[in-house]
């Protein structure tokens, strides 16, 4: 399966705790964008990223919310001191760099964060 | 104002119906428009992509753009139980540096009755 993967698919924290969402692109894709969806909600933007380069965080809470795409390996949205609010769907999406698909951006099947 | 209006729904039809969707938006320069489908607890689905105003389509749907009314639509013909979804339009506006900005609808969910 060559789609935007994201692990883990469900997660339980209690509150205080740290919660670390992972997202692979694509094959070949080298922009990652993660949304959050809250229950009966759109999807509302948090934070674009290049390898190595945060493009975009307009979307992301100003505290306790971190997003990392290293050279190597997954992009990290990273929440510390998780309250229940933070209880939502985490989806990553990722986009080519050039060519025709360039303007389009594909899902993965979303990280379910709960906070008990 | 929201930059993307969408009816949440939700939209009840019986199988075989035509279903019409639509959002409509106030950002002049949205260029690329795109409708996702959703089903419950997966990630949306790309469906259709299209740049110009006008029709697309591809198999049972139908995309149509209108930019000098802002507003697009997603069309369904003969509605199968198997589309009951929430369905998303999104658009996307190229920014700085060949980068892009994507923003999506509320979604409107569907339901397809056998």
């Known amino acids: 399966n060559a789609g935007v993967m994201q692990n883990p698919r469900h997660l339980v924290r209690r509150r205080g705790q740290e919660a670390r969402l992972r997202c692979s692109p694509m094959?070949?894709?080298?922009?990652v964008y993660w949304y959050r969806q809250l229950p009966e909600e759109g999807l509302k933007f948090m934070v674009y990223?290049?390898?190595?380069?945060?493009?975009?965080e307009s979307g992301m809470p100003k505290e306790r919310f971190s997003a990392e795409f290293p050279k190597e390996g997954p992009s990290i949205l990273r929440i510390q001191q998780v309250v229940r609010g933070d209880s939502a769907a985490y989806f990553c999406?990722?986009?080519?760099?050039?060519?025709?698909?360039?303007?389009?951006?594909?899902f993965g099947e979303g990280s379910w964060l709960t906070v008990v | 104002q929201k930059e993307v209006e969408q009816d949440p729904g939700p939209l009840s039809v019986p199988e075989g119906a035509i279903v019409s969707l639509n959002c409509t938006y106030s950002n002049s320069a949205f260029q690329y428009f795109m409708w996702y489908r959703q089903y419950s607890r997966k990630g949306p689905e790309l469906l259709m992509y299209?740049?110009?105003?006008g029709n697309k389509e591809d198999g049972r749907f139908t995309a149509q753009v209108d930019k000098s009314s802002k507003y697009i639509s997603l069309f369904i013909r003969d509605s199968q139980p198997s589309d009951s979804a929430t369905y998303l339009c999104?658009?996307?506006?190229?920014?700085?540096?060949?980068?892009?900005?994507?923003?999506f609808g509320t979604g409107t969910r569907l339901k397809v009755l056998a």
């Open positions: 094959k070949g894709h080298s922009h």
């Open positions: 299209t740049y110009s105003s």
């Open positions: 999406a990722s986009s080519v760099d050039r060519g025709a698909t360039r303007n389009t951006i594909y």
């Open positions: 990223l290049q390898k190595e380069n945060i493009i975009d």
């Open positions: 999104a658009m996307s506006v190229e920014g700085t540096s060949g980068t892009y900005k994507y923003i």
